[in-house]
């Protein structure tokens, strides 16, 4: 019986590990700021209040993307 156990909970390692695996492998995409110099707020991509121009219109936006080589 305690042999059949660690057959299942093996098993069940073995499948978290394969997954784990895969997902370590696959690349991770660069995150992307959007900064207002003006109020200092940072967006990501998805943030409709930066997209959508609440900022003012003369201020430049600066892109900043999250990448081990600026730790």
Known sequence: ??????K???GSLKE???????????????????ICPRCERAADA???AVKEGTAPRSQSR???SSSSSLC
């Open 1 to 6: 019986m305690e042999c059949e156990y660690l």
């Open 8 to 10: 299942r909970c093996f």
């Open 16 to 34: 978290q590990n394969r997954l784990l695996q895969k997902e370590v492998e696959e690349p991770v995409p660069a995150s992307v700021l959007t």
């Open 46 to 48: 998805t943030d409709n």
């Open 62 to 64: 600066m892109t900043v």
